[in-house]
DNA sequence: TGTTAGCACTCTAAGTACCCGAGTGCTAAT
DNA sequence: ATTAGCACTCGGGTACTTAGAGTGCTAACA
């Protein structure tokens, strides 16, 4: 158990080196306003501090810096969230200043406030495509053997897909195949598409169109496989570069890496969990990570639809700063999205 | 005007600078198998190369490293491009292997392949969009006050934009205004849409669909607007990191800023130019990239459209491997394109 | 008994001195 | 014209010193 005067000081040494980035030493931190007690009541302390595992020396007679178990200890109990200033708001608040029409536009451009405000980097990922429902379905031939495929959501997102038609094919029969596939897909979700595909509009093609064969597979292979990294989006990727606290370029280069890998996307963005999330150095799964922290939060669209955000930063990040940030601009972007969404 | 000996020392100090690096020394020189002259010899003959701002030191013991004027004429006197290794050409030739149906797979797939091959950076712009003539045109509402719009083209490419209704519109309306459009854009390229609408289209909506005022203008600010953006891919962004020319982080960060930064491009890849071309150090504009070099070539897509390709990397680039690449890859990729967008 | 002043000790960072080796320019011999 | 030889230069590594900030511990103090 920590007395008052540790919890004073464990705070006032996270505090202080998250905005100095350099060691805390007993001298300083005894002139500190708030603090009244001399240097080596505060050596003692810190000395105990430390055999708790919350402070650790860079060196025998250094001063301290936060261990991870300091750190975590510092965001769960002594993390206070201070007001925003006014001027941070505003420019939170600018993202919705011209009325974006898209989701997409108004995620890249809050993952792009995002890491000014911060000097961080921002990873977004926009609300799960798989969960949208097919608005309507075209198929526009190009050539004699290249149409596109292209589905229209509810929220007003597009994919869209080339495939080849087999030679020789009917090209009445491609009107054929459009119409029973708008009748039969349309109010389903992408999710389900492959699903219902194969399931009962492929008998019902069967019986309509000629050379359905070739034609279904190449175009059940165009939709079906999705353009996965196309959701996600950056802010501030060279912020990295800015940080005191990276100057090995051979882990920076690992870092971006990592960062930039659509396959790690999942280990960074946690996708299903709701609310804030803190982690902390080696609390990252990825090894890349291992001094970075990273707080997440998810924000919704509707009531199913889910998107999050990541910061990524030191782990000497000012942890009150960006948890209102995450917090107000979680909370903007749900009634924005909603409010878009529902077409109100 | 150089000697046949000063030839021969140029060529073999560049040579031996990018592939070690490290300044170039008389001694070491004179080691060189095909070099049969005294390092005294040599150092007279740099001297004089240096005297005439082909070489220079890096300071005043140091051995020789090539100026730019240096780099300049062996590139344009000295490079005698050798045939590429089997297994570079397998790699490349791998962008075609598995059958891609879209433009944009191929170049994002050359980007990465380029970046893999060169351990540079390689920046690849798609053929200019807004030559691509207009397929077929459709407008989706989503809500009460949204829709889509929709341009295919005949290259495949979709665009689409969230646009808004204005309220208490008729249904009816929006599509009779669809089929006005695309009975009269379809064939015109993008290009030219914007003079095209506003022209004759706007007469015919006119007396055909009720409230067309408001509709028009938010639709044709929808489709005016382009994603400039889109048409740009990278492969390789870290590479720089690897290179040991680059250790200023403050330098590293300009340069990728740069990079990334859309209206840059521009500067990077000449859009117009035709054929191979490379910009050494200061001979960029852009002074973040006074220390690279920049080798660009063309593509042709059909007969009209071209995109380009660059690889940026430090000044001691790899020129002859670098330029070897390029004109292969800038082949392939115009045959295969060529041969996608024909239709055969 | 908790707090503090004092002190010896430790370690980093910065500065200085030193030498080694690779390289140069110049001169004189070939 | 070429080259061997030599004095000189300079960067980079190693060793040593010093200043300053910080520590732990002991003993005095309220």
Known sequence: MLTERQLLILKVTVDDYIQSAQPVGSNQLS???????????????????ERMGFLE???????????????????????????LPQQDIVQLRSIFEEKLTETEEIIKRSAMILSELTNYTSILLGPDVRMHIVKKLSIVPLTENAAVAIIVTDSGHVENRVFSIPPGLNPSDIEKMANILNERLVGVSLNNLHLRLEQETLMILKQH???????????????????????????????ILKQPDFHDLQKIRNLMDVMEEAKHI???????SQGLHIRIGSENTLSAMEDCSVITVSYDIGEEQTGSIAIIGPKRMDYKRIVSILDLLSGDLSKELTRMFKGT
Chains 1, 2 share one sequence.
């Open 209 to 239: 169109v000629e050379h359905y064969g070739e034609l279904f597979h190449t175009f059940r292979k165009a939709v079906l496989l999705p353009h996965e990294d196309e959701n996600v989006f950056y802010g501030g990727k060279l912020n």
């Open 266 to 272: 999942p280990m960074i963005l946690p996708v299903g």
């Open 57 to 83: 020396k860079t060196h025998t007679s250094s001063g301290r810096i936060p261990s991870e178990k300091g750190y975590r200890y510092y965001v769960d109990h002594l993390l206070t969230p201070r007001p």
């Open 31 to 49: 002139k500190k306003p708030g603090i009244s007690y001399s240097s080596a009541t505060i050596r003692n302390e810190m000395a105990e501090l």
